[in-house]
């Protein structure tokens, strides 16, 4: 029976399930959204029980979950429980973009190696220590880039820099502080490709120390609220020269993210057991990209 | 692409949000209801980005918010957050109607002018101070009809006046105590448009009274709860003849409430930057109503 | 108009309403399904009316109401508040079954009395004082089975005896102790149907027992978690032969759960004045079931 409708779970630790989570899935052809606010660890057993006992298992591919809401640990917390409450076969795909910060980092890595590989790149990730800079930071390690990852604090950098190592076996990652300006400077030596991922409100680098990296190709500002995290990288950069670099902003950079949501989406109704994650989320989103 | 789902975004200050609503939207063509309960003024935000940052501007007025609930005051002041949320052309359309007053009003003030124009004519509102009576004395004034605010407390029945006097710019609105028999009919002469909108049970319009009032036309009882509001009139009339006044009772105009309703709902998803609060939601429905 | 979608409004105790009655639901043919969850019997009036007044009496029966929640008790409250609610003919369809109690209790006796008429038969229920096995021993009574209700408590036996003679008149029901071994041996004298019913984790028939039952013809453990409630029942037994007694497990009788379940659903959609309550569920399921 390939005729069942597609049933997208929305799980959000928010009070209100997030409506740009929605409007994407409906975008996305999920024939129904069933939306759940306030969900914490202990309640999404019965919640999957209800996605798994339900339909044959040649069917269970029509039904999928989505995990989402602003916190984003609390989303990997979610993640862990739907997981436990599978019953080997009996399980449905999921998606796990707390905070949008899986489909934010895919697109912005994949935007970095637009022109050229990232093989042995030397990129610098500044604010590191927040959700898309840590899943940033990994997929640059990932795809054999040298990665320093920056954060205004040497500990949190630190911290990073150990998750990531631990996390992807033979990666060349660093820690760097970049809170004052000489350290910023000296940071950025030698970068071929640097990604901002602070919060809003924040430059991470300003205009002077952004020139005076000669070896800087590739500029990608993630912050959408002024003022710029990258000082001169406008929001609708997508592949802009300033200054001799290749620019992209937030939004130029969110086009791509909404196409890999929605993929992303679309292929949880194509099998069962798939688990979308911050990796597969990228690879997902590569097969997407013009080369 | 006119190929996008019509959503529409329940936003309701009641814990439950409204199943009317719901189904209203539904039978109105919306393809999706994503209905929110418990809202407040600051949780509004987030909800309005996720309905404004999801599709193209060319596809914005594929979604659209609805503001309902019980709390007509809480329903005004959701619609303001939703207002400061937009960003200049990323926006999308809005229907208020909390408590349905905007389409009541709307029904009620169509009906009152079915006959004969209201420019220039006399008319009472009984229960002026609730939420549809305020709406119907404004209705009133914008059309040119001469208006007297009936309360049983006179502050109440001055407030609403000074505050329609103060909206629509040259009206001739006045307040009048109504509590005390004589008051009533003291008020009531040369009416030729009584609506009473007062809440369930009470009786605003004694038959007596009525009937002494020779100059009287139009009667509409907006009470569909017993006793009425206008005695006499009753819950089904529509045109009905009683005592030689045209008659109008809750269920009949409730028709063309309906009506007015599903039709603001649709309009919704004709641009992108409609906000229907009650004078859109009249115009709308006068276009409707046979003349 | 017969054209009107088909709305199911689900009420439920549980903070978050059951995604299992949403996707059954869903496959059942509603077109949308509005959940709520937290409901309480004060809650429901509003929900009722925003249901029975949006739609002309020749549409009423495409609207319907389906009332779940793991809280059985709750679930009965409700069904009461919302039949409390209707106005005459103002009416919505109704399908109670929380926790599934009523589809489960449907389908067992359905399977009980698949290969020989249970009238006359002597019926033992265990664990009969849970809500699926009062419902059991209320259907088997009201098919003319002599029924034995069991339970750990003597009390508790005999409290649901009390209920199901009341409720079935002219019923031949009795009440039993089967905590201890001797007790449950003796209960089984002559019993042809035993039907387990008890909560999970609990064995109420072992296998030593249930072979000194030489009257026994069926035996239906409707227990899913290990261990067996009938030992040497599995889960997944149909028909299956166990030591010359015909034996269902609780999957084998969860697929005519569903398939009932989903007939019900379709069923309220056919006339807008149905109250779909464990009787009514059962009958539904025999005219589905092959003889």
């Known amino acids: 029976m390939g005729d069942k409708k597609k049933i997208l779970i929305q799980l959000d630790g928010d009070p209100h399930p997030s409506v740009f989570d929605r409007v994407v899935a409906v975008d996305a052809g999920a024939d129904c959204v069933f939306s759940y606010g306030g969900v914490k660890p202990d309640g999404v057993r019965d919640l999957v029980y209800g996605a798994i006992f339900t339909r044959g298992p040649e069917d269970l591919k029509s039904t999928a979950i989505f995990i989402g809401g602003s916190d984003v640990t609390l989303g990997e917390s979610l993640l862990g429980a739907v997981r436990k409450s599978f019953l080997g076969p009996l399980r449905v795909s999921v998606l796990l973009d707390g905070a949008g910060a899986n489909t934010t980092a895919a697109a912005a890595v994949i935007v970095a190696g637009r022109s050229a590989p990232l093989r042995g790149k030397r990129a610098l990730v500044l604010g590191s220590s927040g959700p898309v800079g840590r899943r940033v930071a990994t997929l640059l390690a990932r795809q054999g880039a040298h990665v320093l990852v920056g954060s205004r604090s040497a500990e949190r950098a630190a911290e990073v820099a150990a998750t990531v190592r631990t996390a992807i076996t033979g990666s060349d990652v660093h820690p760097v502080a970049t809170g004052v300006a000489e350290d910023l400077l000296q940071a950025l030596q030698g970068i071929q490709v640097v990604i901002a991922a602070g919060g809003p409100g924040v430059c991470l680098l300003p205009r002077d120390a952004r020139v005076k990296a000669r070896s800087l190709e ?63 989320v990228f690879d997902l989103g590569s097969r997407l990209a013009p080369a």
Chains 1, 2, 3 share one sequence.
């Open 218 to 280: 590739v500029a990608i500002d993630l912050n959408a609220v002024p003022p710029e995290g990258i000082e001169g990288v406008k929001g609708g950069d997508f592949a802009k020269e300033r200054d001799g670099v290749t620019a992209y902003g937030a939004i130029g950079v969110g086009g791509l993210k909404m196409k890999i949501h929605k993929a992303a989406v679309r292929q949880l109704f194509e099998a069962n057991d798939q688990v979308l994650d911050v990796e597969a």
